[in-house]
């Protein structure tokens, strides 16, 4: 329906994006200033350096998430924000305590122990063991293709697509999880695809409860290793062993905020919380910093919006989008959801280039022309923007309920892309220049949707909405992930 209305709405919003600048001829000078302040005097890659010196890891519900979002609270104070505050909410937290992974021949005493780290929100206490069934990439058709002897099973899929078909989409881990639990399997065993015996952690969990099996994950060469046994032992058992700590606690999103000579809003917010296997780093150590660095900026530069700002770092978002749903919440029952114009998202934000703009093709325009004058600034700026609606993020609640969300798009090295989620995602893989790139021309990105005129992307009613997520191919995740809330 969108692509078909797409030409006509392009003209219209063309004509949006005209009559946005035709008064902002200041638009290049503020670039310009931002772009003079971040050079000069970025502290994103100093003060991220620090946090991961002195903290460690930000897992939610630990006592480093906690030191987390006061180290954020006071950054924020120091740069002179006089009205930081915390958002607290409560959290079913998740912490790793052991696990094992034993494979061997059904009947035989020819255990191999295999390197594992366990998936959250796995149970705090399991011990089960099944043949393993290799579910391939472990897509639905991966999982209809075993249906009649994955029961009772251990299931062991791909974290990625190998050898997949052209055009084909993969799944989150927590949505495998999910079709792994419906097809009966009593255990689930991911399979990196980075080599080196990198093992990746991250939430199993659709909801951020708890799950009803285990789930874990093993290097790609152990799974590779498996595979060749199964070769030649049709009947390979697994043991998986843990055992896991689940509590309630409560967490604290951390909100700085510039006002605006209106209440209508702009929301830049990105995940603080990281997992615990490293220091998080890259993810999201990337974007949270540089947030708080735009948020310098502006300060330093004493920019007065024509849209309130909100600065926010989430913590949370690892195990669930607990933080931006706590967040989407509490301006639902403020009723200050139609004041948010757009929220722009940074994770593992880095090397900015251009704008992915969320599934709104109306907003293509609008950014096309501000990175026209970005350019103008620093030419080595490729202005891309893209249109393309994902999941997963702290975006995601506010996508859900029509908001324009999008983030800034940028480039990250294939070793930092093998870091994610694992025990490499350290300090070490972040380079500086990368960074304040990231920095200065978010920033310009953002001081155009606070001071544009007027922006070409409206809130969505919730019908549109659902059908703009059926368009971008979203409703199969949403219902796995029970994020799907409307009936037909």
């Not at 600048?21 to 000069?40: C, G, H, M, W, Y």
């Not at 009593?186 to 093992?199: M, R």
Request: proline share 3%; hydrophobic share 40%.
């Amino acid at each position: 329906m969108y692509r078909h209305l797409f030409p006509s709405f392009l003209v219209s919003a063309s004509f949006c994006v005209i009559v946005a600048f035709r008064d902002n001829s200041e638009f290049v000078s503020a670039f310009q200033k931002i772009n003079n302040e971040t050079l000069k005097n970025s502290q994103a890659y100093e003060t991220l350096g620090d946090a991961t010196s002195t903290i460690g890891h930000r897992l939610t519900g630990s006592p480093n998430g906690a030191k987390a979002e006061q180290y954020a609270f006071n950054l924020l104070k120091k740069y002179g924000y006089t009205d930081v505050k915390f958002q607290s909410f409560e959290v079913e937290s998740w912490m790793r305590d052991t696990v094992t992974l034993d494979v061997v021949p059904n009947k035989s005493d020819n255990f191999r122990t295999v390197p594992v780290v366990a998936l959250a929100h796995s149970p705090v206490r399991a011990k089960v063991s099944g043949a393993i069934v290799d579910v391939g990439n472990g897509l639905e058709e991966d999982f209809e293709a075993v249906k009649d002897i994955i029961k009772g099973k251990v299931a062991l899929v791909n974290i990625g697509l190998v050898n997949g078909k052209a055009g084909q989409k993969n799944l989150h881990r927590s949505e495998k999880t999910a079709l792994a639990i419906k097809y009966g399997a009593n255990a689930i065993i991911t399979v990196n695809q980075v080599v080196g015996n990198v093992l990746l952690t991250g939430t199993a969990s659709v909801t951020g409860a708890l799950i009803g099996i285990p789930a874990v994950n093993i290097s790609r060469e152990s799974g590779e290793e498996i595979r060749s046994w199964m070769k030649v032992d049709n009947d390979l058992h697994a043991i998986v062993d843990m055992t896991n700590v689940s509590k309630k606690i409560k967490a604290r999103n951390v909100i700085a905020t510039i006002p605006g000579k209106s209440d209508d809003r702009i929301v830049i917010g990105g995940h603080l919380d990281s997992w615990d296997l490293a220091t998080g780093a890259a993810d999201n150590g990337l974007g949270s910093f540089t947030i708080m660095d735009i948020a310098r900026t502006f300060k330093a530069l004493k920019i007065k919006p024509k849209r309130t700002i909100d600065f926010v770092l989430f913590m949370g978002e690892e195990q669930g989008l607990l933080g931006s749903r706590q967040m989407v919440k509490e301006l639902a029952k403020a009723k200050q959801l139609e004041k948010v114009k757009f929220m722009m998202n940074l994770d593992m934000t880095n090397n900015v280039f251009g704008m992915s703009v969320g599934g709104r093709d109306e907003l293509i325009p609008f950014f096309q022309a501000v990175g026209e004058q970005i350019k103008k600034v620093d030419d080595t700026y490729s202005n891309i923007v893209s249109s393309r609606a994902g999941l997963h993020s702290d975006h995601q609640p506010f996508m859900l309920e029509g908001i324009p969300t999008g983030a800034p798009a940028g480039r990250l090295g294939a070793n930092v892309y093998g870091c994610y989620h694992a025990d490499c995602d350290k300090f070490d893989l972040i380079n500086r220049d990368e960074m304040v790139n990231g920095v200065r021309f978010s920033a310009m990105l953002l001081y155009a949707l606070a001071n544009a005129n007027d922006l070409p992307a409206q809130k969505l009613d919730t019908y549109k909405t659902r059908d703009l997520m059926v368009a971008q191919g979203l409703k199969k995740e949403l219902v796995l992930g029970k994020d799907w809330k409307w009936t037909d």
